[in-house]
């Protein structure tokens, strides 16, 4: 592999190596909005059938990979509210379980200041990295607070 | 082919070294290491360097000045199991017959970062969003606390406990003695864990050992290496069990059948406490307890010093601190030298066996991504 190569976008399939294996980038969005809410997107394969999320960034070969939308609601697995010290805000974070048995991790928002309750029923809520990419969190629907 | 065994140990003082290097931190431990021995450094066939914060090529960094003669130095980085990874490398090496006496050694300075959670690659999904390593073990305690009905109280009697072991171990400078009440209203971190619940970020340390299949020339009884095993975590995005600690469960029950013994026969512990949820649930992990009984057992002081199973007698990470390269070593040796009648106040008496155990971690998707654990004996 050239330094050529890795350069740039990387939404095209590269071929390399002396017994080839073709290496592809997946460029879709981790995330969707529908009408009913915002999923996330998980993938699987024929090899690895359980739904991961992140999905997968870098397929090998050819084989397919399925996105498996999930949400827009999941169940609290468990959370804590860093606190990162002077100047800077505390801010939430949350392990969430959905249907088909995928775990994410992501930002909880915690409305004014309060936390919600293991096994609250949670939605995925539209947020922004720090470097203000658009992203994902969780936040509980109403009335599911501690 | 003889027997591998511990034949000297090292360590420095772990605390705040700002004007310290880690290869002279090193260096100490390595110069003490060799000394309790009654080795030479050109007696030393290779050396083994466990190191996870500092820069490339960290063994050689540290050797330079020793005047090693050339001879091969692996740079081993397992996060925080670094050191204790390249013990087991180093047994691997000495039981194939590639060499005769080795020497392992573990450092790190975090004086140098300034203080605040170890770094983590900011490239990982989770880090990205927000993820710091007191995050990851706080919500192991909120889960905790949900599934058995633990008290915060009980998080906070390990940070007591192990200071007060700490308080009796001349190399802990850090620590200082606190109450329940201090532990809890110390500032938050990651709620439920407050700051005196987390190993101090700031600390600076390093360790060393001298392992040979030569008969021993060293100061005190050599040591056998009953088990030695390390472990990588799985690829887990379901909704796995954050409060089983499988990766420790499944470490330890390898290394109970490699050396033949069980939990009912060791005599003391030293394990990863980074933050008071994780000894608790070493606890279980390692067959100490029942699941969810770990508060019980706590509670009961079998895990104190004088009870029947003393867990960190040295004070552990939360009273030592953790210098991640040094830690896997430095639990090591703190063992050797309960077998071997010279551990000073803290001594565990009659002690006979002895398990350490660290993990590493700190990237999505394998929650603990390495463990390692050693069983000793004389």
Request: glycine share 10%.
């Amino acid at each position: 592999m050239t330094s050529a190569a890795l350069s740039g976008n990387w939404d095209e399939t590269l071929i390399f190596g002396a017994f080839p294996v073709k290496l592809s980038k997946r460029t879709e969005p981790h995330f969707r909005m529908t009408g009913n809410g915002m999923l996330l997107i998980a993938t699987r394969t024929a090899s690895h059938p359980q739904a991961q999320f992140p999905p997968l960034e870098y397929v090998h070969g050819d084989e397919a990979v399925e996105e498996v939308p999930i949400g827009p609601f999941g169940r609290l697995y468990t959370y804590t509210v860093v606190h990162p010290g002077k100047d800077r805000e505390p801010y939430g974070l949350a392990m969430v379980d959905f249907e088909p048995g995928v775990r994410a991790f992501g930002r909880l928002i915690c409305t004014d200041g309060k936390v919600p309750a293991i096994n609250s029923t949670m939605r995925i809520v539209p947020a922004e990295l720090p470097n203000g990419s658009p992203d994902y969190a969780f936040e509980a629907v109403a009335g599911e607070s501690a | 082919m003889n027997e591998p065994m511990i034949v000297g140990v090292g360590i420095t003082d772990f605390g705040r070294f700002p004007d310290l290097t880690e290869e002279a931190l090193a260096q100490s431990a390595i110069l003490e290491a060799l000394s309790d021995s009654g080795l030479q450094i050109r007696d030393i066939e290779a050396f083994y360097c466990g190191n996870a914060i500092g820069a490339s090529l960290p063994g050689q960094r540290a050797l330079r000045e020793l005047h090693t003669g050339g001879n091969a130095v692996y740079n081993i980085d397992n996060a925080c199991s670094s050191g204790a990874t390249a013990v087991n490398a180093a047994l691997s090496a000495l039981r194939s017959g590639q060499y005769e006496t080795v020497l392992v050694f573990g450092m790190d300075q975090l004086s140098s970062l300034g203080g605040g959670p170890l770094p983590l690659s900011r490239n990982d999904w989770n880090n990205k969003r927000g993820m710091i390593m007191p995050a990851l073990y706080a919500m192991r305690a909120t889960r905790y606390m949900h599934e058995h009905g633990m008290e915060v109280s009980a998080l906070a009697d390990i940070a007591v406990k192990n200071r007060q072991h700490g308080l009796r171990n001349p190399i802990a400078t850090f620590c200082k003695a606190t109450t329940r009440e201090e532990v809890l209203a110390s500032r938050q971190i990651a709620e439920p864990l407050t700051l005196l619940q987390c190993c101090p970020a700031v600390v600076d340390g390093a360790a060393a050992v001298v392992l040979s299949t030569k008969p021993s020339k060293g100061r005190a009884a050599p040591v056998r290496v009953l088990a030695s095993v390390v472990q990588s975590g799985l690829f887990e995005t379901g909704p796995e069990d954050m409060i089983e600690a499988e990766i420790t469960a499944r470490t330890a029950r390898m290394a109970y059948e490699q050396a033949g013994v069980g939990p009912q026969d060791l005599s003391l512990i030293e394990c990863h406490d980074a933050f008071t949820i994780s000894e608790l649930l070493y606890y279980e992990a390692l067959g100490l307890c029942d699941r969810g009984e770990a508060p019980q057992l706590l509670a009961s002081g079998a895990t104190a010093l004088g009870g029947r199973i003393p867990v960190n007698p040295s004070g552990g990470l939360i009273a030592k601190g953790h210098p991640p390269g040094a830690t896997g070593v430095a639990q090591i040796v703190e063992v050797c030298e309960h077998l071997q009648g010279r551990a000073g106040q803290r001594q565990v008496e009659g002690a006979r066996l002895g398990l350490t155990q660290v993990t590493g971690g700190g990237i999505w998707g394998v929650d603990h991504a390495a463990c390692s654990i050693h069983i000793l004996s004389l």
